[in-house]
DNA sequence: GCAAAAGTGTTACGCTTACACCCATGG
DNA sequence: CCATGGGTGTAAGCGTAACACTTTTGC
C-alpha cells in the first residue's frame, strides 16, 4: 500500500482478498542500550501509537499471514514468532475510532464494511536483532520507533493490552524461548547477555553465578576476540551454538531462572 | 437448537446474529477412575467425534461466549475457562466436511454461505468436576461421551490438534494453575489428589513427599471424617481452603513441579 | 491372619546462593 | 595511577528426593 490509489483498493475491495472479522497484530521486540524495546508505528490518521498488523489473506495459514505481514514492515524473514493470545472485546474498536477511515480519506463506508465491522485480532510476539530491522513506509504509516517497554506512549484500541499481555507471555516463557538467541546479535558478550536477563525478569542477577549457570548449559561458545568497550578488561565476546542449542531445548532445556 | 426449525434458522439466519468467519471449541477436561478425560460430542450428520463449540454472538466477549458455550451443553455455570491458542490453518475445516450440511439437511447454501466460508477458531480450555457435568442434547447432538485422552476415538477437522495443544498447556500450567481445585470434588483423599498430578505428569510421584508438598502449601484443610474404601485403612478427606487458595494463587504460588 | 493401601519423619545429596580478589584498559 | 568493569572458585544453606515401618480394614 504505497500510493492512495493502493489503499483505497484495499479499503473497497479488501474484503474480497482478505478474511473479514479477523486481523493479526504483532508485539515486535527488540534489546537495545540495555532495554526492552517495541517496535510501534504512527499512522498518518490516528493520534495514537500502534502494533504493526494486517489481515490475512483468504487462503494463508494464520503464522504465514504473521510473517509476512512484519515481512512487508520490516524486510525480516524467518521471524522468531509465537502466537500468545486472541483479543475480542466487542468494543476494542469502536466505530469512532474507524472514523478517520471516513472522514480523512473522504470514502463513503457503508456500516456494514468490512474495515467497520467487529474485529477478532489474533495477537503475534516477535523477538527479532534490533540492528538488523529497517522499517519500510507505507502510505498508512507516517514512522516507526522503538519504545522501551517501561515508557509507551498512548496507544490505538487495545494495543495497550496486547502489549502487557505479550510482556506476560515473553516474560513466563522465558525459561523455555530461545530468548536471548533472538534479541541478541551474533556475537555478544556475557555482560550483555546478564543485562537481557535482568531487564527481562527485572531483577539483578550475580554475575559468577549467571555466568556458571549459563556455560553450564553448553549451548555458548566463547570466542578468541574481545570486545573493546572502555577503560576496563574486555569482555570475550561469545555466540550460541546453534546444533546444542536446538537440541538442548528439544530435549526441555530450562534456563532454571 | 432443539427443533430442526430453529436449526434451519440457523444455518440460514445465524450469519446475522453471530460473528461469521469466528468459532470458540472448548476442551473440557474431568477427572475420573484415575484418569483425565476429555468431553466430546457425536454429530447426528458426522462420523467423527467433536469438541464442543459455538459461534460468537455479534456484541459478545470471547470469554462470555465460550462460558456460554459450555453452560447450554453441560449446565455447568462459573466454569474455569482458558483461551489457550486460534486455529487458523485455512484447511482445518475442509468444504467437503461441510457436505453434511448440504446432504443431510438438504438446505441449499451458496458457496459464500457464512457456514462454508473460511472460520477461525478460538480454542478454550476448560477444568470441570466430572460428577456435575450433564450433557444437555440439542438437535445436533447424538450423545456426550467422556474419553480418556489417551485413548481418543477419530475427531472432526482439526479437533485431534486441539486437543493436543489444549494438554499440552493444562500441564505447562499445572504448577500455577488450580488445576486440583477444579477437576476434583469438593471433598476428596490426598491418594486422590495425588493420582490427578501422577496423571497429569505422566510420572510417579514418592507419596510422603507428595503429601508434604501440598500440606506445606498451606491451601488444605483436612477433615475429620475418612473414605470408607476397601480392605485397608481409610484415607483422610481434604478440602482446599479458597481464601488461602486464592491468596497463594495471587501472591504466585508454585506447586513445584 | 493376611493382603492391600494409608499415615508418618529423617537423612543425604545436589543445586542455588552468597561472597572477594585480581586483572585489563583508557584516560 | 586510578577508576571502572570483567574474569574466576569455594563454602554454606536450603530445598528436594530418597527411603521403611506401622496402622487400619475387609475378607
Redesign the pocket.
Given at each position: 500500500m504505497n500510493t492512495e490509489k493502493e489503499l483505497l483498493d484495499y479499503i473497497r475491495n479488501g474484503g474480497e482478498r482478505f478474511l473479514p472479522h479477523v486481523s493479526i497484530d504483532c508485539a515486535v521486540f527488540g534489546f537495545h542500550d540495555n532495554e526492552l524495546k517495541i517496535l510501534l508505528l504512527k499512522s498518518k490518521f490516528l493520534e495514537d501509537w500502534a502494533l504493526p498488523g494486517g489481515h490475512i489473506l483468504r487462503s494463508e495459514p494464520l503464522d504465514v499471514a504473521a510473517q509476512r505481514i512484519l515481512n512487508e514492515r520490516t524486510g525480516l524473514n524467518d521471524i522468531f514468532l509465537k502466537q500468545f493470545q486472541s483479543f475480542g472485546d466487542p468494543n476494542r474498536v469502536s466505530a469512532d475510532n474507524m472514523n478517520y477511515l471516513k472522514e480523512v480519506l473522504k470514502v463513503p463506508l457503508a456500516t456494514d464494511h468490512w474495515l467497520l465491522d467487529r474485529t477478532i485480532s489474533i495477537g503475534y510476539y516477535a523477538l527479532v536483532e534490533f540492528s538488523r530491522v529497517n522499517p519500510i513506509l507505507d502510505y498508512f504509516t507516517a514512522r516507526y520507533q522503538w519504545w522501551d517497554v517501561h515508557d509507551l506512549p498512548s496507544l490505538v484500541f487495545d494495543h495497550a493490552l496486547m502489549v502487557e499481555k505479550a510482556l506476560q507471555t515473553v516474560r513466563l516463557q522465558l525459561n523455555y524461548q530461545p530468548v536471548g538467541y533472538n534479541l541478541l546479535p551474533e556475537k555478544f558478550?556475557?555482560?550483555e547477555l546478564q543485562k537481557l536477563y535482568e531487564t527481562m525478569l527485572e531483577k539483578p542477577l550475580?554475575?559468577?553465578?549467571f555466568?556458571?549457570?549459563m556455560l553450564g548449559l553448553g549451548i555458548l561458545e566463547r570466542l578468541e576476540e574481545?570486545k573493546?568497550?572502555?577503560?576496563?578488561?574486555?569482555?570475550?565476546y561469545y555466540r550460541f551454538n546453534r546444533k546444542k542449542y536446538q537440541e538442548a531445548l528439544s530435549a526441555g532445556l530450562s534456563f532454571?531462572f
Amino acid at each position: 500500500m504505497n500510493t492512495e490509489k493502493e489503499l483505497l483498493d484495499y479499503i473497497r475491495n479488501g474484503g474480497e482478498r482478505f478474511l473479514p472479522h479477523v486481523s493479526i497484530d504483532c508485539a515486535v521486540f527488540g534489546f537495545h542500550d540495555n532495554e526492552l524495546k517495541i517496535l510501534l508505528l504512527k499512522s498518518k490518521f490516528l493520534e495514537d501509537w500502534a502494533l504493526p498488523g494486517g489481515h490475512i489473506l483468504r487462503s494463508e495459514p494464520l503464522d504465514v499471514a504473521a510473517q509476512r505481514i512484519l515481512n512487508e514492515r520490516t524486510g525480516l524473514n524467518d521471524i522468531f514468532l509465537k502466537q500468545f493470545q486472541s483479543f475480542g472485546d466487542p468494543n476494542r474498536v469502536s466505530a469512532d475510532n474507524m472514523n478517520y477511515l471516513k472522514e480523512v480519506l473522504k470514502v463513503p463506508l457503508a456500516t456494514d464494511h468490512w474495515l467497520l465491522d467487529r474485529t477478532i485480532s489474533i495477537g503475534y510476539y516477535a523477538l527479532v536483532e534490533f540492528s538488523r530491522v529497517n522499517p519500510i513506509l507505507d502510505y498508512f504509516t507516517a514512522r516507526y520507533q522503538w519504545w522501551d517497554v517501561h515508557d509507551l506512549p498512548s496507544l490505538v484500541f487495545d494495543h495497550a493490552l496486547m502489549v502487557e499481555k505479550a510482556l506476560q507471555t515473553v516474560r513466563l516463557q522465558l525459561n523455555y524461548q530461545p530468548v536471548g538467541y533472538n534479541l541478541l546479535p551474533e556475537k555478544f558478550t556475557m555482560p550483555e547477555l546478564q543485562k537481557l536477563y535482568e531487564t527481562m525478569l527485572e531483577k539483578p542477577l550475580d554475575r559468577r553465578n549467571f555466568q556458571k549457570r549459563m556455560l553450564g548449559l553448553g549451548i555458548l561458545e566463547r570466542l578468541e576476540e574481545r570486545k573493546k568497550v572502555g577503560p576496563h578488561k574486555s569482555p570475550y565476546y561469545y555466540r550460541f551454538n546453534r546444533k546444542k542449542y536446538q537440541e538442548a531445548l528439544s530435549a526441555g532445556l530450562s534456563f532454571g531462572f
